[in-house]
């Protein structure tokens, strides 16, 4: 890790693209990846390559990359078997007039792994597959409205998205809003609008950027379960963040009840385009219902990648790798920043950990800690969650934890501690 140490870091190029960027391309990088939402002059914009753990942006600087690209990446960047097979299948062609074989593969191997799914859709991005899994619970009850929780994400489209521009009032007059864990809420809602509620759209747990992940609280689950049975309402469980990092039924023994439907994506290969939604028997009519396409969500590559991907995941101790190495970055981070007079809580799964400091409404001091640790090459994200994957080394989590040491103190020198 020494190499990464003793980097002088330049931003320049990256700045230079994005000047360049900001020309012929509305805000130069839009969404998520844009500077605003990092730290703008404080980390990289551009990425060059990656391998394994770690990355290089545009100006050769090296990380450690613990946001894995927002999550996709778990197995490591460039894994060997993943890209062999996936080179293998591009060799034959990449976008065809038919689906190949590897749709069918994979279908039949989602609806193995994963407990009550009976079968599955394939698209690219995970917006795809939550729009369509609202507009599947509509179909099957006749009913207009759906429920999902304040601050949760579940894509970019109009229905959900958290921002209004484009949107028209009447494309999220069918969504209603409880607060995480408030069963009692979803009670009121379901009261309040009785028969008309199609389904309830959830994550595993609460993931929301810029605040501490919240745990399902253990009679959440059980209680919207409970409650759609009740009132003829469809279960969406929107894996799409934790996926496969928690287990190979994803996220299901967490929950500890069956969904309906089921939406995957990010993970499931190793960072190749593809997106997933999984459902019940009782589903599949209204599924057929709704058109569903895309000229490239036939593609077989990230097909091949994702049956590759699913296979090492559980030929290995992927799983275990990378909770026991976020529970050591987790807890080691608590540690250091008690050493140094700091109050910081860690939460969500260990695999997806996030850090807030306590007393930090405006997350400025995440965003000087964030900035230190860019600073020594350890890409953590200040205001969303982070990832591990199986690529990770303890040497990766050691050398965090030291540089975690001088971002503390700094700080908390920084803050007038
Ligand atoms: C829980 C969840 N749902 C849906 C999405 C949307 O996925 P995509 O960005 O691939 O459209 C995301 C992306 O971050 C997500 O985290």
Redesign the pocket.
Known sequence: MADITSQSRSYQKSIDLFVRAAQVIPEGIYGHKNPAFLLPGACPYYAARAEGGHYWDVDGNEYVDFLCS?GPIILGHNHPEVEEAAARQAADGLCFNHPGAAMVQLAERLVALIPGMDWAVMAK???DV?TWAVRVAREHTGRALVVMVRGA????HAWCSAYPGGVLPEERAGVLQIGWNRLDELERLVQEHRGEVAGVIL?PYHHPTCSAQLMPADSFWPGVRALCDREGMVLIL?D??AGFRLGMQGSLPLIGVQPDLICH?KAMANGHPI?VALGSEALRAAAEAVFLSGTFWFTPVAMVAALTTLRILEQTDAVAHMARLGTRLGEGMQEGARAHGLRVTVSGPPALPYMTFDDDPDLYHMQVFCREMIARGVFLHPHHNWFICAAHTDADVDYALETAETAFELTRRELGG
Do not use: E, L, P
Not at 153 to 156: K, N, Q, S, V
């Open positions: 927002y991005n995970g917006s939550t994400y579940h894509g970019a994550t929107d799409i963040r994506a997106a």
